[in-house]
């Protein structure tokens, strides 16, 4: 298999051990190493910033409208 990209979701935290975040920096190391383009939201804070600093990028934005309507819509009607 020939993996060309990779999509990661991390949180926005360097976690609680300094471990989490050279995990991720390794991480993004070895997605550089073998030639794989993280696919990702375009954080660039914590764990999620880590990986993309260290790694080949395409920034994907999220769409916001469908994220408005799913918190406004029918399962988000009520809620506040």
């Not at 390794?26 to 910033?49: D, H, Q």
């Not at 395409?58 to 408005?68: A, H, N, Q, V």
């Amino acid at each position: 298999m020939n993996l060309k990209s990779l999509c990661v979701y991390c949180g926005s935290s360097p976690g609680l051990l300094p471990s989490y975040l050279e995990a991720a920096q390794a991480f993004g190391r070895l997605i550089a190493a073998e030639s794989i383009t993280l696919v990702y939201g375009g954080g660039n804070v914590g764990l999620m910033g880590a990986l993309a600093d260290s790694a080949p990028t395409l920034f994907l934005s999220p769409d916001t409208e469908f994220l408005r309507d799913l918190k406004t819509g029918p399962l988000g009607a009520g809620r506040k």
